[in-house]
């Protein structure tokens, strides 16, 4: 039933939104020819708009149009009314009483296979890359989320996402809001090539770069600022509810306040979690101004959604990687 979706389309149909700098940023490597493929799951043709050319779309586009009845294509354009409407375009080669000539965008629907283009590039792309980066994507669609291992194991994978990807593995981490990451990227990468600083939408935050910060002093001075923090309850001679006998064998009870448990959490080991944005309670770090670090290979930027255990024993943390001694 095609309804819904045409209930909907209004909704994502291109043209109601702006490319971001992570585009301009792929754009900018095509542009010095450092680009081999652009494979995008987005189906809104951004990438039309900075433009990028090298592109695939992996899951299509509105850009076309075709009949599901006599596979008639059109442009998209002529459909636009009608989306905008709300209302199920009909193709017009065919009669109004024939069933199913349902004019559908060009896009891949769950089930759907995808468009030849993507098999055909990936199987030469594979060959010639010489490092991935993987951004905003879940990779949990296939055949893209296969992409990262048809690569031969030498090539560097680097993965720029708001959250890891615990059923992949990738060399270097960087994770938060995709455009803050690349924002840093770029002023970095402008010191050495100044193409990267004339990006359009790059925030130059006054030539600024942000400040690095280890993920081992931060933890420690939020386990210091914490026991700063903590109530103590004590029971005097005046307690009338408690018998005198008692009093001088009572020792301070330390008060701890409620834990921040995560609703996505499935196991009752690893309920009691603190989300990144907690960090923020930190004297050393400023989300505006400075990342962090924990070694050897992971990034944690604004808007990361990652969660750290909130256990004051040990500072372990559910998903971040454990340090291994010798």
Known sequence: DPRPFFRFAKEIWPGQHEPSLAHYFIAELERRDQLLRNYTQ??????????????????????????????????SDEIKHEILQQIMPHCTKCSKTVQN???KPDIVFFGEPLPEDFHKTISVDKDKCDLLIVMGSSLKVKPVSL???????????????????????????LLGNCDVIINELCLRLAKYEPSFGDIKR??????????EILYDKIRISMQQQKRKKQKVSYHTTN????????????RPRIFKPPMIQSS?????????????????NSPLFNQNSSYISY??????????????????????????????TE
């Open 42 to 75: 987005n189906i809104d043709s951004l990438e039309h708009l900075c433009p990028i050319k090298r592109l695939i779309q992996c899951h299509g586009s509105f850009s076309t149009s075709t009949c599901r009845r006599c596979q008639n294509r059109v442009s």
């Open 101 to 103: 000539a349902i004019l």
């Open 147 to 173: 992409v990262s291992e048809l690569l031969p194991a030498h090539i560097p994978q680097i993965l720029v996402n708001r959250e890891r990807l615990p059923h992949k593995s990738f060399d270097i981490e």
């Open 202 to 211: 790059l925030n130059h935050r006054n030539e600024q770069l942000m400040n």
């Open 239 to 250: 307690d009338t509810s408690v018998p005198k006998e008692r009093l001088s064998s009572l």
């Open 264 to 280: 996505s959490s499935s196991s009752s080991s690893s309920s009691r979690k603190r989300p990144f944005s907690s960090l923020k």
């Open 295 to 324: 070694p050897p290979r992971r990034y944690l930027f604004a808007g990361a959604e990652i969660f750290f255990s909130s256990s004051d024993d040990d500072g372990s943390d559910d998903d971040l990687p454990r340090k291994h």
